[in-house]
């Protein structure tokens, strides 16, 4: 059994050690599990995505439990079939969606898996960025998967409802050099019905199109039914060779107009440098660069993209981090076998 310790990653560790012990066929265990952090082991969507993966690959688990500091996956064949797993709060539904979405590399028949949770909440990218930035991204290399949602769920009471279908991918390398001409912009805002007479979810995407200095700008505005009042916006900005993605939350005494300029602000910032990806992609597209290879440019140099590219070193996968200008990263690598 590989070893592996956690003490300087959080949860994207766990996940992607997860997820290449399925991929490479062999048992892991995950140590210090998230030891550097506040509240040290596994929560509550860690558990949901170890599930998912073992609902995959008829794996063992060995501590796979709330709190937790030590985790170990042994996994069986990656299988097609269908799943549902319950995080039991309001943690990020598109969280555990990233832990299984690799291993469509190895898949021989569909795989469908249904999460209850939070759809929108801190600390993760929302639904929207999921289904309107990475998955159509990552469909142009090869990846085969869908995403629908049934229920929104927001903080602090989740409720929401995702299911993800993934079919046998082959996948391309990650040619993403540059990013050319900015093509146009979709924004997306979502709001509970019970904040539909302050018409928040229309404020978030009219003061997100007036934010924009940019001509041709899209909205979409939803009011969703859901088990707590929230809010989001989601900023996909279309370049002729990449879409990247920047979203803001709502949250009680925020007026809208400062959700949308949060995430104006951050496309801006991103928008002035030479990077093709966005901060999320940057960490969330190593595994994929690490099974089919190819490169991208990051907009900066974070902890977690040291640490998640420290972690698919030890399953033997190259990856290559350039420092480029104005703190720029170009990430590289070669197209490397998925096999036991």
């Not at 490479?24 to 969507?45: D, N």
């Not at 439990?65 to 309001?90: F, H, K, N, Q």
């Not at 590289?332 to 036991?340: D, I, N, R, W």
Request: with cysteine; hydrophobic share 40%; glycine share 10%.
């Amino acid at each position: 059994m590989r070893s592996i310790s956690g003490a300087d990653g959080g949860g994207q560790l766990v996940r992607s050690a997860g997820a290449f012990a399925c991929l490479r066929g062999r048992a892991v265990e995950v140590t210090a599990v998230r030891a550097a952090r506040e509240s040290p082991g596994l929560k509550h969507q860690h558990v949901a995505a170890l599930d998912a993966l073992a609902a995959m690959t008829d794996a063992d688990l060995d501590g796979a439990s709330l709190g937790s500091e030590r985790v170990a996956i042994d996994p069986g064949p990656v299988t097609g079939g269908e799943a549902r797993v319950e995080i039991g709060t309001a943690g990020s539904i598109p969280l555990v969606f990233d832990a299984v979405l690799p291993l469509a590399a190895r898949l021989d028949a569909p795989f469908k898996l249904t999460v209850t949770g939070g759809t929108d909440v801190r600390w993760a990218p929302p639904l929207d960025y999921l289904r309107e930035v990475k998955l159509p991204l990552l469909r142009c290399f090869g990846l085969d998967a869908s995403l629908s949602s049934e229920r929104r769920g927001f903080y602090p009471a989740g409720g929401g409802e995702a299911t993800l279908t993934l079919h046998p991918s082959t996948l391309n390398p990650l040619a993403l050099p540059a990013r050319g001409p900015l093509r146009g912009i979709d924004v997306h805002s979502v709001a509970s019905e019970s904040l539909a007479d302050a018409e928040v979810a229309e404020r978030q995407a009219n003061a997100t199109r007036t934010a924009l200095d940019v001509a041709c700008v899209e909205t979409t505005v939803t009011s969703a039914e859901t088990s707590s009042p929230g809010s989001v916006v989601t900023l996909v900005a279309r370049y002729a060779e990449t879409r990247v993605g920047f979203s803001a939350l709502g949250e009680q005494g925020k007026p809208a107009e400062d959700v949308a300029q949060e995430a104006v602000d951050d496309f801006v910032a991103f928008d002035a440098t030479a990077a093709s990806v966005d901060r999320h992609l940057a960490d969330q597209l190593l595994p994929f660069a690490a099974l089919a290879g190819g490169e991208y440019v990051a907009p900066e140099r974070s902890a977690h993209l040291d640490t998640h590219a420290d972690l698919l070193d030890t399953f033997g996968f190259e990856m290559t981090l350039e420092e480029g200008e104005n703190g720029t990263v170009r990430v590289c690598a070669g197209p490397q076998s998925v096999s036991p």
